[in-house]
């Protein structure tokens, strides 16, 4: 798949937009603070229902404007899906695909498929459990809608039971009305756990692979899934902790709790891996999505590459270049590095300054 057109009105800087992008590198130049990574963020939010940077949808509103509005046209193999996002200052965002609008972002995944590189990938190592679950669940929803029904049930029974442990605390006899949650947590948050155990399985196979091409051989990595608790337990677990969880007032076991490891010949990158060891790592993680999404959907994704190759030596941003070829990619950064100049000529290439975006002809 690939955006055949995107148009914008009063999305954050960028003001009335109208384009057509190429199925093949898009490359986006100019200096700091234009719009490039505004530019990128309309389309992930087309493909997310949600921005990669803020959970506040009313931030991404012009400053002048009441409203924006995201317009993209994605070519599938065979037809055209349409996506529109309406953001509002004070109401709900409206999404519709083709026209229809849809109840819930869950069923947006899948219309367009994406994966974004940026120098915050590097908090995927070094940041906290929570970075590594929003990276799990974002690209497990991209694969699976049922995963995002079931961790929405799952939050939301969570929500319950933690609301009941609390009452609980004040008035005992209701302790027998946890029974039906706990069935709930375990049945929702056991099928959460061993998707994401298929998904790091798959996940560790490719990266460990890419890591082994960015390294000359070198690195071995391992991907490792942590769950707070494995699927077979789950329930046990809540009913044995039922007390602890009435004294915390909060439920303390669950996928809600989980992590995952990235390992370098079996120790933590994220506490022993030098810096270059950590950015590489998450490149391979990012790299091996793109494998994933294919193999899972026969469908290639669209790229995002946000000022990633200025962070990276010149073989290593060979590789990357070589390896998003034969995809939809766009591209920002702030000059044409080395390795970009010999893809310019078979680019579509643009020119954003202070909102504007310009087609640039080489
Ligand atoms: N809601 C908004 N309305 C108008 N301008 C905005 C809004 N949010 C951010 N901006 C402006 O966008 C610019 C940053 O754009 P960005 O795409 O992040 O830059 P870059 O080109 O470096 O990637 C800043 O000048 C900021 O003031
Ligand atoms: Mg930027």
Request: proline fraction near 2%.
């Amino acid at each position: 798949m690939y955006i055949k057109q995107a148009s914008l009105r009063g999305f954050r800087n960028l003001g009335q937009l109208d384009m057509e992008l190429k199925n093949g590198l898009n490359i986006f130049y100019g200096n700091n603070a234009q719009g490039k990574t505004n530019f990128l963020e309309s389309l992930y939010v087309c493909a997310m229902g949600r921005s990669q940077r803020t959970r506040m949808d009313e931030q991404m509103v012009g400053f002048e404007e009441m409203e924006s509005h995201i317009r993209l046209m994605i070519q599938k193999e065979y037809y055209v899906d349409r996506i529109d996002v309406h953001l509002k200052r004070q109401e709900k965002k409206g999404i519709a695909i083709n026209g229809i609008p849809i109840r819930k972002s869950g069923e947006l995944f899948g219309t367009l498929q994406v994966v974004i590189f940026s120098p915050e990938d590097l908090n995927l190592i070094k940041g906290g459990p929570s970075e590594r679950r929003r990276f799990m669940d974002m690209e497990i929803c991209q694969l699976s809608r049922i995963y995002y029904y079931d961790l929405q049930q799952y939050y939301r029974s969570l929500k319950q039971r933690n609301h009941l442990l609390k009452q609980i605390q004040n008035k005992p006899s209701l302790e027998d009305t946890l029974y039906p949650w706990d069935e709930q947590l375990a049945e929702f948050g056991g099928r959460i756990i061993r998707a994401r155990r298929e998904f790091l399985g798959k996940l560790n196979d490719i990266s460990s692979k890419k890591q082994l091409s960015l390294t000359g051989g070198l690195d071995d990595l391992q991907i490792e899934y942590k769950p707070n608790c494995p699927e077979g337990i789950f329930f046990e677990k809540l009913r044995k902790n039922t007390k602890r969880d009435i004294v915390f007032g909060a439920t303390q076991n669950g996928p809600h709790k989980d992590d995952m490891g990235f390992m370098i010949h079996g120790n933590d990158v994220k506490t022993y891996g030098s810096q270059g060891q950590q950015r590489i790592t998450a490149l391979s993680a990012k790299l091996a999505e793109i494998d994933l999404i294919e193999e899972e959907t026969g469908q290639k994704p669209v790229l995002l590459l946000d000022d990633v190759l200025s962070e990276l030596d010149e073989k290593r941003q060979n590789y990357l270049m070589e390896g998003i070829s034969g995809m939809q990619s766009i591209l920002t950064c702030t000059g044409i590095e080395d390795s970009v100049k010999k893809y310019v000529k078979d680019a579509f290439l643009f020119y954003v300054e202070n909102g504007k975006i310009q087609r640039k002809w080489e």
